[in-house]
T-cell receptor
Framework: DGGITQSPKYLFRKEGQNVTLSCEQNLNHDAMYWYRQDPGQGLRLIYYSQIVNDFQKGDIAEGYSVSREKKESFPLTVTSAQKNPTAFYLC?????????????FGEGSRLTVL | AQSVTQLDSQVPVFEEAPVELRCNYSSSVSVYLFWYVQYPNQGLQLLLKYLSGSTLVKGINGFEAEFNKSQTSFHLRKPSVHISDTAEYFCAVRGANSGNTPLVFGKGTRLSVIA
């Protein structure tokens, strides 16, 4: 089935460690996005990529990094510079052409920093 | 740039009662509007979307929303809710014909259906 796969679903790390969250899609979508979700804050955009080997910062990019070496993959690294990394992270993708803005989401990754 | 305001952070409602979740947006250009639903510890699923045409949009699970350009609103309604509708609901906006620019989301409304 086509969709977006995020892994791991749950992740625990010690403070000061870098963590990489995986996001893979088989929808043949050009654009991919990472959002962070905190209670009562909605979804906030971290990074997005419109095409392979290109990405742009979102509203809260500090302390995060991404890469887009393949169309299918858009991993997010939460670095030790991120002051409050405990959150629920959502990856999404969007096709081009006649598609008019709908995002398809993965199931999310919950990161807890101890 | 666009922005979205969801006017209620929490809405409790009794089972089989009607519900309205309110959403207002701000934009200087034409927009596309979306409602998503999120069940606990899951990703978001699209409920419905307004792109153009009829201002009354019907979605999945019996939900509908009405686009009101003069009031810049896109309120979500359901005539009779079920326990299974308990979830968080997000309104989102994007400029029409704006390429791959990201959706902007509201802060969400938590709908609690009481038996």
């Amino acid at each position: 089935d086509g969709g977006i796969t995020q892994s791991p679903k749950y992740l625990f790390r010690k403070e000061g460690q870098n963590v990489t969250l995986s996001c893979e899609q088989n929808l043949n979508h050009d654009a991919m996005y990472w959002y962070r979700q905190d209670p009562g804050q909605g979804l906030r955009l971290i990074y997005y990529s419109q095409i392979v080997n290109d990405f742009q910062k979102g509203d809260i990019a500090e302390g995060y990094s991404v890469s887009r070496e393949k169309k299918e993959s858009f991993p997010l690294t939460v670095t030790s510079a991120q002051k409050n990394p405990t959150a629920f992270y959502l990856c999404a993708s969007r096709g081009g052409g006649l598609n008019t803005g709908e995002l398809f989401f993965g199931e999310g990754s919950r990161l807890t920093v101890l | 740039a666009q922005s979205v305001t969801q006017l209620d952070s929490q809405v409790p409602v009794f089972e089989e009662a009607p519900v309205e979740l309110r959403c207002n947006y701000s934009s200087s250009v034409s927009v596309y509007l979306f409602w998503y639903v999120q069940y606990p510890n899951q990703g978001l699923q699209l409920l419905l979307k307004y792109l153009s045409g009829s201002t009354l949009v019907k979605g999945i699970n019996g939900f509908e929303a009405e686009f009101n350009k003069s009031q810049t609103s896109f309120h979500l309604r359901k005539p009779s809710v079920h326990i299974s509708d308990t979830a968080e609901y997000f309104c989102a906006v994007r400029g029409a014909n704006s390429g791959n620019t990201p959706l902007v989301f509201g802060k969400g409304t938590r709908l609690s259906v009481i038996a």
